[in-house]
């Protein structure tokens, strides 16, 4: 039964691998601001030459309006589908429409949009943004075990769906915890250059002493904070804790050297599940869930050497 049972799902697989094998997939990608994208984008590339698609990468360079003229190219060359990882959440539903108006399916990478229309895109391939924010602040509190404690936290991409997200998951996860507030906020973009700038003002701006923790957006810009923490002669990691979200090789040897102190992992591995979803609807019109939510994984210095070494040359 057994051997029944794998014979059907590996006919299956090989059925949907070769419907996938057939396809020409546009991906409209934001740009290469943080290490994590740059794995986002690399194994999109690396999953689609193992299954025989034919993918064509268009970098936007962080521009909406790149998106937007991608989008209709890959239209015009008549694509059999278009991978969106949308810069911000708005502004989507006309050249969305497009895409439905020439029967070319969507599917979002990383990042929600907002519109009063579900039927524009297929599905989208996303963490729980709030959650992955929710993960970060519970471990601060857990952390502090009663101390009070004055938050700066760094931002990312103003306008992008999982900004909002990520604050507000925070804020409810500090929330069972009078003694913990977040005293700054501002956006670092997503980069490391513009992290650093940013922690910079927060040091210049807050009384010696007073910034307990930084919460940022992304590793890369907690990267570039705890370089400018150094510069200011501030330890991270034990006077000032850090704690962030992506889990990029960078952050575990910084969290290894003892400079972080947590990291929420988001997965670079979205067009997988993509080309997945995309092969069966393909194949036999399998409808997949709007929404396939990747997981969000709390990360700690005790496991930093062996996941910097597991994931160093992934990325
Ligand atoms: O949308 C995912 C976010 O975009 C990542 O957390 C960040 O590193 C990237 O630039």
Redo the contacts with the bound molecule.
Sequence with gaps: MAGCGDKGGTDKATKANEAAAAMTIGFSQ?GS?????AA?TKLAKLEAEKRGINLKVSDAQQQQANQIKAIRSFIAQGVDAILL?PVISSGWDEVLGEAKAANIPVVLL??QIDTADPSLYLSAV?SDTVEEGRVAGRWLVEKLAGRDCRVVEIQ??IG?S?VANRKKGFEEGISSAGNVQIVRTQSGE?TRAKGKEVMEGFIKAEAPGSICAVYA????MMIGAIQAMKEAGLKPGSEILAVS??A?PDIFKAMADGDANATVE?TPDMASRAYDLLAAYNKDGTVPPKWVQTPSTLYLPDTAAAEYERRKDLY
């Design positions: 934001i601001e943080s290490g994590w994208r986002e990882a990383d990042r996303t990312g991409t992008a999982l997503f957006h992304n590793d890369d979200i992506d990029v988001l």
